[in-house]
């Protein structure tokens, strides 16, 4: 029993990076189970600001082993990217990143037709354009490519190259765009994308368990939010794959007796970026505030991310379907300068009211949201190191989360900065 396992509790963007980078100093490996560079992670320190979209954010301490399992979607001309990135930190990455040969890759052909189905949709998804739905779309087919694939080049470039030509087959029929593409060209530069991270490639599966067995410790980071999660959440408005606990398990081929502790992160207030339905949004100057105050622009696309106040009925939601066990609470400082602050309790629909969460997007539609309001605390929060050291206010409002959704929370977070963390117990 030596996993433990972060998930981000809302709809994104909660503040896993830091949360994760922060616990890392203490685990041998930390693994990405789903998703793929989707995802934007920020971790900042020393006055440096990184955001890692396939790498694990553990990759910033310097003795952490990193994998990326095989529920992950890569891209390698995105890997290869990070990698640039890391090592002009002089943050050396070979010897220390290891990716599933179960791993699906992300063709180019993934995010034209990501793109194209998101032009011809009426209700788009508003998707990051990376080629994720498409990417598992082929692998649950079974007709996509798997890390594992790329030592057989001969046969490789054949599937490669009759893929690509049905796909723009199908782009130009069913979505009725003509990209135009040199396929050869970007074949042949995919090809030797491989050939620069196939020495990463490992049976990550026997890696990870075979350091279960030996007693390391491993932390499973999550991307994306329980809100995305394909089965459990706004469908059809969700990434394509299972940031949910459950996920961990078949996304880095570990048992769940294994997993011992489960961290869910969530902000002091919610966000969603992309299209969907969200309750507690604010389209009003305190959205536009709360936007401003905690630069709620996407770390992926640089969308201006939606905002309102705090969900407690989904966050319980969240909390039970994964298990979770303590909650890292971030960003509450970017309420500090607020006169009143408000929590959603219950959702109000047709004159009656709940606390169960909805995760039917045409009926959370229509959802109004209950507030509990709290006075605001009116001072800065960064340099606090003791959870008493807190505003009354503030302790007041966090107490509250804790009692509402059954979770007690362990971790607060007062700003970016590793250095601006609050650890309870
Ligand atoms: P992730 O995808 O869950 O890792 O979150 P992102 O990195 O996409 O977005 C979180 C943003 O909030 C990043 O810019 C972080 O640097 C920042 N952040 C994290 N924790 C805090 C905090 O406690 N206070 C403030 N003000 N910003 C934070
Ligand atoms: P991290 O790991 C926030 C959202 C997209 C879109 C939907 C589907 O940084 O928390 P996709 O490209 O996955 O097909 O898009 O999911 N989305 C995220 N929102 N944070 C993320 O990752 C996200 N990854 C995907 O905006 O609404
Ligand atoms: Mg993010």
């Not at 599933?100 to 998101?118: C, G, N, Q, R, V």
């Not at 902000?267 to 992309?274: D, I, L, P, Q, W």
Request: aromatic residues 8%; contains cysteine; glycine residues 8%.
């Amino acid at each position: 029993m030596s996993v433990t396992l972060v998930i981000g509790a809302q709809w994104g963007d909660e503040g896993k990076g830091k949360i994760v980078d922060i616990l890392s100093e203490n685990f041998d490996i930390v693994a990405r189970y789903q998703g793929g560079a989707n995802a934007g992670h920020t971790v900042v320190f020393n006055g440096n600001k990184f955001i890692l979209h396939l790498i694990p954010s553990g990759i910033l301490q310097p003795k952490t082993t990193c994998i990326i399992g095989n529920g992950v979607v890569v891209d390698p001309f995105a890997l290869i990217d990070e990698v640039e990135l890391l090592r002009s930190f002089n943050i050396e990455v070979d010897g220390r990143l290891f990716i599933s040969d179960k791993a699906h890759l992300i063709l180019p052909y993934h995010k034209l037709l990501d793109k194209a189905s998101e032009e011809c949709s009426e209700k788009s998804i508003g998707t990051t354009g990376r080629g994720i739905g498409p990417a598992y779309v082929d692998k649950f087919s079974r007709c996509g490519i798997r890390l594992g694939d790329i030592f057989e080049t001969d046969e490789l470039r054949a599937k490669i190259e009759q893929s690509f030509t049905q796909k723009i087959e199908m782009i130009s029929k069913l979505y009725k765009r003509d990209f135009d593409i040199d396929i050869q060209k970007s074949i042949s530069e995919f090809m030797q994308s491989l050939r620069t991270i196939q020495h990463y490639v490992d049976d990550t599966t026997f890696l990870l368990n075979e350091s279960i067995s030996n007693g390391k410790k491993i932390l499973a980071e999550g991307a994306q939010g329980t809100l995305l999660d394909v089965d459990h959440g706004t469908y059809p408005f969700v990434t394509s794959s299972n940031p949910t606990a459950g996920g961990a398990c078949t996304g880095l081929g570990i048992p769940p007796t294994s997993i011992d502790t489960i961290i869910g992160v969530c902000k002091a207030y919610s966000t969603r970026v992309g299209n969907g339905p969200f309750p507690t949004e604010l389209n009003d100057d305190t959205g536009k505030k709360i936007r401003e105050n905690g630069y709620e622009f996407g770390s992926t696309t640089g969308r201006p991310r939606r905002c309102g106040w705090i969900d407690l009925v989904a966050l319980k939601y969240s909390v039970m379907i994964n298990g979770i066990q303590s909650l890292a609470i971030t960003k509450i400082d970017v309420l500090n300068d607020f006169d009143e602050i408000k929590a959603c309790v219950e959702y109000e629909i047709n004159t009656e009211r709940t606390n169960k969460f909805i995760s039917k997007a045409s009926t959370l539609e229509k959802v109004i949201p209950v507030y509990k309001t709290f006075k605001g605390w009116q001072k800065a929060l960064n340099g606090t190191t003791k959870f008493e050291d807190l505003p009354l206010e503030t302790i007041k409002y966090l107490r509250f989360i804790e009692e509402y959704v059954e979770c007690p929370i362990k971790i607060v977070s007062t700003s970016p900065e590793r250095n601006d963390t609050i650890f309870l117990d």
